[in-house]
């Protein structure tokens, strides 16, 4: 019997891994696609490296601000496709080398828990094996959802793991439904990899979630007309039509669209058909779980996309974390206040803590620090100057709340104002700080020089 059998090789189920080989547990892996899970293979990885192409693209027009003369280039996306395909194969190969030397065990199969401590695999090869353990992770994550009777295909009507895994050429024109996170990302790369892109939202703004500020979603809008990327919000597909050629699209607004492609960024849904036990679920099909990650059974838990919480790896990896550590007995739980977000698109987007909307809808009184990076000097040097840093702050104690950031290097500048909200620092205390020049996180000094020291204009 083994120790701990982890359901779902993705982010969670490789957090999991990592410390339960560390703190010598007896583990079995059950996985029936690919290592690495939906976020090393058509998700997370792919969206990030094919962005950095796209990012590329974008900056070719001022090499020559630099120096160097390269007016012409070309585009060739199956290049691209190759090169993200030897990317993925290198991280996947390296998770599976490190599997083998740790002789885990990887059942290659569905697996389906029938018993508290049995898991039935469906093995690739048509085989069953049941396989027991002490205790059971389920990591098996989510998949896309479909909306408006438009039913994916992987020929016409495309999801993001279509477009992510199987697609080595582009199409000329594409309608995406949802202006989310996935539908922004992907919008952007595929314009900027030549594709003419037509983003559909229900909401009146992209990326409507409260983590994002409505400062934000108008930003982002504003950057999506000057890259010819056209946005349709308050809208609806009312109906479609395929024919050989083209994919007629009649949205709510009026408006036709004839593309050749549709893809779906709608959301998606826990893959949580998991078990025939009784493993509780909400009416929305996810796995009910404790602060310690916990089932309504104490010996089987879950993380990742498969329960209620933020459908993010680094939640996963998080969450399996947590999970591991009760099962060595160490009685911890989950703590969802600082996760920070991040988007990818012309600029890179982040925040952490409270948005200023949320702050005010809250009653909170709060006062701003804000700075463009048009004034600093690194994003100046890298032709990098257009966003900016916004500071929440606690307008008597000066202590901070929340942050969000909008341009080059956000994704990992976050990570200060993450800790500056953990350790509950004062716009003072972070304005003294002893930054790095010339850098991007000396923005801090000059986003916080109005709340600590009074206004220069």
Not at 115 to 120: G, P, R
Not at 134 to 163: A, F, H, Q, Y
Not at 329 to 358: M, R
Request: glycine share 8%; net charge negative.
């Amino acid at each position: 019997m083994y120790d701990l059998i982890i359901i779902g090789m993705g982010p969670g189920g490789f957090e999991a891994t990592l410390l339960s080989l560390r703190k010598k547990l007896n583990i079995a892996i059950v996985e029936q696609s690919k290592i690495g899970g939906n976020c090393l293979n058509r998700a997370c990885i792919p969206t990030k490296y094919f962005w950095t192409g796209a990012h590329q693209i974008s900056k070719m027009s001022i090499l020559k601000e630099y120096g160097i003369l390269a007016d012409k280039f070309e585009i060739d996306f199956s290049k691209g496709f190759e090169g993200k395909e030897k990317a993925i194969t290198f991280l996947r190969k390296s998770l599976s080398m490190l599997l083998k030397s740790k002789k885990v065990p990887v059942y290659k199969g569905y697996g389906r828990i029938i018993d508290k401590n049995k898991v039935e695999v469906k093995k690739n090869d048509g085989t069953v094996e049941i396989i027991e353990g002490k205790n059971i992770l389920i990591s098996t994550g989510s998949i896309p959802i479909s909306v408006g009777g438009l039913t994916p295909d992987g020929e016409n009507i495309l999801t993001t793991e279509d477009i992510l895994e199987n697609m080595n050429t582009l199409p000329e024109e594409i309608a995406v439904i949802g202006g989310g996170v996935a539908g922004c990302e992907l919008g952007y790369v595929l314009s900027k990899y030549g594709v003419k892109v037509h983003i559909i939202e229900l909401m009146d703004r992209l990326l409507p979630s409260k983590e994002i500020s409505s400062e934000i979603s108008k930003y982002l809008l504003r950057k999506f007309k000057q890259n010819k990327i056209n946005v349709y919000l308050n809208t609806t597909v009312k109906q479609h039509f395929i024919n050989d050629e083209k994919i007629k699209v009649e949205l709510s607004d009026g408006n036709i669209l004839n593309v050749d492609k549709i893809l779906l960024t709608v959301g998606r849904k826990p893959n949580s058909d998991i078990d025939e036990i009784g493993i509780e679920k909400d009416d929305k099909g996810f796995i009910k779980v404790n602060k310690k990650m916990q089932t309504n059974f104490e010996n089987i838990y879950a993380c990742g996309d498969v329960v209620n919480s933020p459908m993010l790896a680094y939640v996963a990896s998080y969450e399996a974390k947590i999970a591991v550590k009760n099962i060595l007995g160490k009685e911890e739980e989950v703590n969802y206040d600082l996760i920070p977000y991040v988007i990818f698109f012309a600029n890179e987007i982040a925040t952490v803590g409270i948005s200023e909307d949320e702050a005010k809808k809250s009653g909170l009184d709060i006062v701003t620090g804000y700075y463009p990076f048009t004034y600093n000097e690194k994003a100046v040097d890298e032709h990098e100057n257009d966003g900016f840093v916004k500071l929440i702050f606690d307008k008597e104690t000066k202590k901070i709340l929340g942050g969000s950031i909008v341009g080059t290097g956000a994704s990992e500048m976050i990570h200060l104002i993450q800790l500056f909200i953990k350790e509950k620092y004062t716009a003072e205390k972070i304005h003294d700080f002893i930054y790095f020049h010339p850098s991007l996180s000396e923005i801090f000094i000059y986003a916080t020089y109005d709340v600590v020291e009074g206004k220069l204009f």
